[in-house]
């Protein structure tokens, strides 16, 4: 790629970030900052602000009574919507004229497609709206709210997406925000889709947020959408390039499954998120085909639609009125105390008598979970566990009791309720106590129940699918790259109030590593607060982590930690070393905390990828 076609990509960097709320991004960006005196607490349904003494606890939310409401018996993929026809068709370069916010050019664009504007049938399409809606119901007993929601157009709220490796996806998402919105969020907004091998212009940088007014200081003009390009190729398609044996290209090995999206609006992500913009991106290949049928001998055959089941946990609080309060401004947030299920408070989910594969996401914004399934009566029972942030495990951990989700990790488990009864009740226990925004602390049983499951039929027909003694193969380091590999250290620390990386407050401007394109590097993630954990995310590429320490003593790697990875849990005084590769995609992607609490609060640094 040419330097003027990376340049192009980086999009128009202006001296201001034409901010939705000129106060609230100053405040960020001023060094040295210090917290208000006395914060807002900030209602989702009237937006009135609510002044409360410093220092003092938020009461808990109001009590519910549990299991009154029950979850789809399957969860079904977003319908597509024709975009490749007339002046609308997505292009390669933004379209400007009709309407498109000033992104940068979609890299390697005729690669896929060969001309200018997409062709009918070269690509599955989705349109995508970040839509503000009235009258949402967490729980019967709570007031109806004002959410935002990502809604498709057969109006499904934060649908679930099915891609396929060797298919590329456009999503054209638009904007329908009011701008003369008040209270907690802001309606400007960048789509990220965590943690596809996606080129830097659709990663949903946080500069490049936008509005039909709005543009942020990475992108060039407002609009009223933004085309997302995800060519759903492995990582390595340079290195591993299209042929007759590789269809798809890239690296196989690479292969991700269970991904999501959401808002990642700089100093905003923590407030949009927690307003219900979030969903899940699931993608298939020949290996992982989505498919228990599959008579391919390659497929493993895991359980697929209806019993491959995605489900979002996300921490929230409710004020005396049952109105979800959040204080954006303070950097120490506000820690939920009501964890939804796909949206819902005490949810039940009704389940065949047969293998499902559950993908357990925590969505955030900053509560930890340590998940067991019990019965009734709190005997703990097993799964098995299969992938770890997207990424199929070598083989599957089986007879595991408890499985830990820090804030944008994911976990898929298989669970065989063919071993209970009909009428048997198995709930979902989270039993990592936590407090404060800051992180959790012990482990406490009998933990708060967030999800019940009723096993309460047979299935419809036999139970195919399997769980084989391996599932994905991984490609380790060998000692000579690791030797070779340049180190760089990364520290999370907490600073004048707020938080950092290296001594620094994010600057969506300025690079502080500049990566070239093809190479390799080992990052040392290192966490040297005795208070706080933070749970890293490093966009686009996967690492594989190749040692762990406590104190600086060196710890065994969980098992499940020994797979590919895009976050990393920083507990306190806990360091990581991990091994990166860079490939295919030049251009600007960001590393934060994933408590978005921490991250709106500057702990996030730019990095760009030269080529």
């Not at 975009?83 to 916010?101: D, M, V, W």
């Not at 408890?402 to 669970?415: G, K, M, Y």
């Not at 996967?542 to 990393?568: F, T, W």
Request: aromatic residues 10%.
């Amino acid at each position: 790629m040419k330097s003027g076609e990376y340049e192009s990509n980086l999009g128009n960097v202006t001296d201001s970030d034409s901010p939705p709320n000129e106060s609230r991004r100053a405040f960020f960006k001023t060094t040295g900052a210090t917290i208000l005196a006395a914060p807002a607490i900030l209602t989702s349904r009237k937006s009135v602000a609510q002044e409360v003494i410093p220092d003092e606890p938020l009461p808990p939310s109001p009590p519910t009574t549990p299991w009154l409401r029950e979850l789809p018996e399957a969860i079904e993929p977003l319908e597509q919507t024709d975009l490749a026809s007339g002046a609308l068709s997505p292009q390669g370069t933004p379209n400007l004229t009709n309407g498109e916010c000033g992104r940068g050019n979609h890299q390697r664009w005729h690669d896929f497609f060969g001309q200018h504007q997409l062709q009918p049938g070269q690509a599955d399409t989705y349109v995508l709206r970040v839509k503000p809606i009235e009258g949402h119901e967490f729980h019967p007993d709570y007031a109806r709210q004002l959410v935002w929601h990502y809604v498709g157009d057969d109006d499904t709220s934060n649908p679930t997406i099915h891609a396929r490796y060797g298919r590329p996806v456009i999503v054209r998402l638009y904007n329908d925000l009011p701008a003369d919105h008040s209270g907690y969020g802001t309606p400007e907004i960048s789509l990220h889709l965590h943690n596809l091998h996606t080129p830097s212009e659709s990663d949903g940088f946080p500069g490049d947020y936008f509005s039909k007014t709005k543009a942020g200081p990475t992108i060039s003009t407002p609009g009223d959408f933004y085309d997302h390009f995800y060519p759903n190729v492995y990582a390595g398609l340079d290195e591993f390039p299209k042929s007759p044996s590789n269809p798809v290209g890239g690296d196989k090995r690479e292969a991700l499954g269970t991904l999501w999206y959401h808002d990642h609006c700089m100093d905003f992500t923590a407030a949009n998120a927690n307003r219900g913009m979030a969903g899940f991106y699931l993608i298939y290949d020949e290996l992982d085909s989505g498919n228990e049928h599959d008579p391919n001998p390659k497929a493993l055959r895991l359980p697929s639609h209806e019993y491959d089941y995605p489900l979002a946990f996300q921490d929230k609080r409710f004020g005396a009125d049952t109105i979800q309060v959040h204080d954006q401004f303070d950097p120490e947030g506000t820690l939920g105390d009501k964890v939804t299920v796909n949206g819902l408070i005490e949810p039940v989910l009704r389940v065949a008598s047969r293998k499902y594969r559950l993908r357990l996401l925590n969505a955030g914004p900053s509560r930890f979970y340590q998940f067991h399934l019990v019965t009734a009566n709190n005997v703990q029972q097993s799964f098995t566990y299969i992938a770890n942030d997207g990424n199929l495990l070598p083989k599957p951990l089986l007879n595991l009791k408890n499985i830990r989700l820090s804030v944008a990790e994911r976990a898929d488990i298989v669970v065989d309720f063919s071993a209970y009864p009909i009428g048997t009740e198995l709930y979902l226990v989270n039993r990592w106590e936590q407090t404060s925004s800051r992180g959790p602390k012990g482990v406490k049983g009998p933990g708060m129940r967030v999800l019940k499951i009723i096993v309460d039929r047979e299935p419809d027909e036999p139970d195919v699918s399997r769980v084989p003694a391996t599932l994905r193969p991984i490609r380790r380091p060998t000692a000579a790259e690791i030797a070779a590999a340049p180190v760089r250290t990364w520290r999370f620390e907490r600073k004048n109030g707020m938080w950092a990386i290296n001594d620094k407050f994010m600057n969506v401007h300025s690079a502080a590593a500049n990566i070239g394109l093809g190479s390799s590097e080992i990052w040392e993630l290192d966490n040297p607060s005795g208070g706080w954990s933070h749970p890293v995310h490093i966009h686009f590429e996967e690492g594989q982590i190749l040692n762990r320490y406590v104190s600086n003593a060196e710890v065994p790697v969980p098992g499940y930690e020994k797979g590919r990875k895009d976050v990393y849990r920083l507990g306190p005084n806990e360091k990581v070393r991990i091994f990166i590769r860079f490939r295919d995609f030049p251009g600007k992607y960001v590393m934060h905390c994933h408590n978005m609490i921490h991250e709106d609060h500057a702990m996030m640094v730019r990095w760009d990828i030269l080529g």
